[in-house]
């Protein structure tokens, strides 16, 4: 038996159980107030004007409840947080237990990480489940919006909750939503950009959860059989995206050899619908896309060859980079061992403040064991804090360095004066430098959209393309294979 606030099991009208939400009568709690759950909560609050975010970051509540945001570069976020709060719709704590006394509905979003064994790491989701459990009455709804292993919410936090909290299962709800968004476009997202999944662990579940979501988001709610297919789906869009990011950098690789851009082939092959090769990169990044894989191939017995190959490529990728460092400062006479590069941008992606599983970061560290010098430039992160020496923006052309790597394309990097450094070399690893007339010698990862082949400048003094063995004949315009050779840019 519920009370009349219980959405989960409600004996009201459906009508009524909307009318009760979007008029602030159901209090919801949001547990994790970082990139992706302070726009969360934002959003709740101004659709349902009654909620409590939780965050175990004092420092984190105390700016939210100052109605100012944390998270940098999330359009709109700023002022949404400074009228939900002001108007009393927002506020924060440190104390999950209480807030989830108050609340009814209980919406999780904090991180779900690996362990160094490449394990889901499910500590983080316990320790709210026990902060929900202390406050959780029959009627009650609980929703997971971090991304789970598929399973996690039937077999983990289902029985987790009902432990702790003394209930039935049956007594309160419990539904995988996951979260369809990306870092600077959160609002939008979470507002309706993409159908809303929703997936319990009963029709009832699922039903409850459709209807706070159809309050929600302005798109379709999309409801699928149980929770552990909505979890599937969530992991299953991140599988997508790293089986053929490591497609893209596998082809992007070969640029080289067969001395064309594969960048331009890819951008030709993508006309066709069917198509949709991904860009090639130096790694990726983030707590995401590299970790979902895991929450698959860590749990299941079915070999996943492709998914776990895929993983291997994408990791490798950092130490190809810094082959093709150590090729072009060969090729331009320096040792390495008493070389210096300068990595720019040390995120895992523009404009977004996170760096874990940055490629950058392991770039660095493959660059450092072939005892290259390195230094990091970042306006986003202090290199200092990941034991980089720390280069001003502005200050980039004060020395000169061996070679710059461009890992992360800030906006801010669209800002450098290259003419005004020193010539080195610019290795290009997302081939967005037009460097082609300045005096610098450009390698760009996989070639560029506009067609030029990686060691374009090479390439073009030369007509030799430098594959992995070193330079490689190509045919001139005349079809006749021009064979000179060259040690890096002069003939012999
Ligand atoms: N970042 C993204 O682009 C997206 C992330 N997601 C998922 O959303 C979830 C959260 O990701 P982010 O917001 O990016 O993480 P985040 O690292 O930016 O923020 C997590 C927040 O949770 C807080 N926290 C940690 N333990 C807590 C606890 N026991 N109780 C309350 N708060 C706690 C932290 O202090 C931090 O403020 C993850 O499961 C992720 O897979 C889903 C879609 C997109
Ligand atoms: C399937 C999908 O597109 N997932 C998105 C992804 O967003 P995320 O912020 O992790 O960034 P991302 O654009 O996937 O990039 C991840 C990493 O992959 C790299 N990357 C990305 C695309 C590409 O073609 N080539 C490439 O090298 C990026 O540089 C980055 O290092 O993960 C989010 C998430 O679930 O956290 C998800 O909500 C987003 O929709």
Not at 304 to 322: S, Y
Not at 331 to 337: E, F, K, L, M
Not at 469 to 476: A, I, L, V
């Amino acid at each position: 038996m519920t009370d009349s606030l219980g959405l989960y099991g409600a004996e009201r009208s459906e009508r009524r159980q909307r009318e009760l939400l979007t008029g602030g009568e159901i209090p919801v709690a949001v547990y994790g107030l970082g990139k992706m759950g302070l726009p969360l909560a934002g959003v709740y609050a101004e659709t349902t004007g009654n909620v409590i975010g939780v965050d175990v970051d004092p420092v984190v509540v105390e700016t939210v409840s100052s109605g100012r945001s944390h998270v940098v570069g999330e359009p709109g976020l700023d002022e949404l947080v400074a009228e939900q709060v002001e108007s009393g719709r927002l506020e924060a704590t440190t104390d999950g237990p209480a807030a989830a006394d108050r609340a009814r509905i209980h919406v999780v979003i904090v991180p779900t990480l690996l362990t160094d064994d490449f394990e889901p790491d499910l500590s983080t989701i316990g320790a709210v489940a026990d902060d929900v459990a202390a406050g959780l009455s029959p009627g009650d709804l609980v929703i997971a919006e971090s991304t789970l292993p598929p399973g996690t919410c039937r077999d983990v936090l289902e029985p987790h909750l009902a432990a702790e909290s003394d209930l039935e299962p049956d007594e309160f709800g419990l539904a995988f939503c996951p979260e369809r968004t990306s870092s600077g476009t959160a609002l939008r997202d979470i507002r309706g950009q993409y159908p809303k999944v929703v997936g319990g662990v009963d029709d009832e579940s699922t039903r409850a959860a459709a209807v706070v979501y159809d309050e929600l988001s302005a798109n379709e709610v999309h409801p699928v059989s149980d929770a552990t297919t909505a979890e599937a789906v969530k992991v299953f869009e991140g599988i997508y995206r790293d089986v053929n990011i490591a497609l893209a950098n596998e082809l992007g690789l070969l640029a080289d050899e067969l001395g064309v851009s594969v960048r331009e082939a890819i951008e030709t092959a993508n006309d066709l619908p069917m198509c949709q090769l991904h860009d090639p990169g130096p790694g990726v990044g983030g707590h995401c896309i590299p970790y979902y894989p895991h929450f698959v191939l860590a749990g299941v017995e079915t070999p996943m060859d492709v998914v776990r190959t895929a993983r291997e490529v994408n990791d490798g990728m950092p130490g190809a980079v810094a082959g093709r460092v150590e090729d072009e400062l060969e090729a331009t006479g320096r040792d390495r061992s008493d070389a210096s590069v300068l990595v720019l941008g040390l995120t895992y992606r523009a404009g977004v403040e996170e760096t874990r599983a940055s490629p950058a970061l392991d770039l660095v560290d493959e660059l450092e064991e072939r005892e290259i010098a390195v230094a990091g430039v970042d306006p986003l992160v202090d290199p200092g804090e990941y034991g980089v020496r720390a280069v001003d923006i502005e200050a980039i052309d004060e020395e000169s360095f061996d070679a710059a790597v461009l890992v992360t394309a800030h906006e801010e990097f669209e800002g450098i004066q290259w003419d005004a450094l020193e010539p080195t070399v610019v290795v290009d690893t997302r081939d967005t430098l037009d460097l082609e007339e300045t005096h610098h010698r450009v390698y760009t990862l996989a070639g560029s959209r506009t067609g030029r082949r990686p060691n374009a400048d090479l390439a073009a003094e030369t007509g030799v393309a430098v594959g992995p063995e070193g330079p490689e004949s190509t045919m001139n315009a005349s079809g006749s294979a021009d064979v000179r050779k060259t040690d890096g840019g002069n003939d012999v």
